[in-house]
């Protein structure tokens, strides 16, 4: 099994739940990737891993009249884009697109599952015209909340098996990102990190643990484990402050240029 079909697994079984719960998250913290590209004035912009689509009207806000294509491995994903955005299934690291032919790129939230981000980052590179923009956001530091830990713990004592690890770590610092800029003959403009706050509940918590990764570990115990370790999880996330469901990961933001000749 290769990395990108448990990636290709992961996201066709969840396109309905990351369309309803994760996209409005990623469009909140991808704000300040898209507020610092310079999409003023672009005519053709491109989002590699595209997904359902979330970039399509903060895109269209900011580059009024330009023409967005979306890009992504997965048809289930793309088949939910809004009609401001072109789909197209594509690798991003095969991209099936003319060279020079995009004012920008960017990439959210997706680069750190492509086995060589370099590639993808080239792809990106060909595509854009001289000059042109690259953009993308990574996961940094991703520190546990009480919640998290909770979930964890249970599944463990449950006996589930681990969830596979679908994320490199080539670009979860402002260092690496930098290191892979200039490895993809890029000239970094400006790579920062922020902490974020990503705020759920007990049951918003419970359906994105269960949605994402948790309903095949938890599908690999037997009815009644899975129904105790359930029901524990329920019962300690319940006791928990509000604060203890407060994700304080930290998000990489990377832009870069195209060298001019
Ligand atoms: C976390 S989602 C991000 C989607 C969207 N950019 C957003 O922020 O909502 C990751 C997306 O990357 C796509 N993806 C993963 N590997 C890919 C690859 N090698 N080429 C193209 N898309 C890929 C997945 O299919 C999925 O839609």
């Known amino acids: ?7 290709d697994r992961f996201y066709a079984e969840s396109a309905d739940a990351y369309d309803e719960l994760w996209a409005p998250v990623m469009a909140r913290l991808s704000a300040p990737l898209f507020d610092a590209l310079p999409l003023e004035g672009a005519r053709r912009v491109l989002d590699v891993g595209a997904g359902t689509g979330m970039a399509a009207a903060p895109i269209s806000r900011r580059a009024p009249g330009a023409e967005i294509i979306g890009v992504d491995r997965l048809g289930s994903m793309l088949c939910r884009v809004p009609p401001m955005m072109r789909p197209a299934i594509m690798d991003a690291t095969a991209l099936g697109l003319r060279p020079g032919t995009f004012d920008v790129a960017f990439s959210s939230f997706v680069l750190f599952f492509v086995a060589d981000p370099i590639a993808a980052l080239g792809e990106m590179r060909r595509v854009v015209v001289p000059g042109g923009a690259i953009g993308f956001t990574s996961w940094g530091d991703e ?20 969830a596979p690890a679908l994320r490199h770590d080539l670009l979860n610092s402002v260092e690496k990102v ?83 000749g």
């Open 143 to 162: 520190p546990d909340y009480p919640a998290l830990s909770v979930w964890i713990e249970e599944l463990a004592d449950a006996g589930a098996p681990r």
């Open 1 to 7: 099994v290769t990395v990108a079909t448990d990636i």
């Open 178 to 260: 930098d290191v892979a800029l200039v490895a993809s003959d890029l000239r970094p403009r400006r790579v920062w990190a922020r902490n974020v706050e990503i705020q759920t509940d007990p049951s918003d918590f419970l359906r994105r643990m269960l949605a994402f990764g948790g309903r095949r570990r938890l599908a690999a115990l037997s009815s009644e484990a899975r129904t105790r370790c359930l029901r524990r999880v329920q019962q300690r996330i319940c006791e928990l402050e509000p604060d203890a469901f407060c994700d304080r990961s930290e998000v990489i933001y990377a832009i870069a240029q195209r060298p001019v």
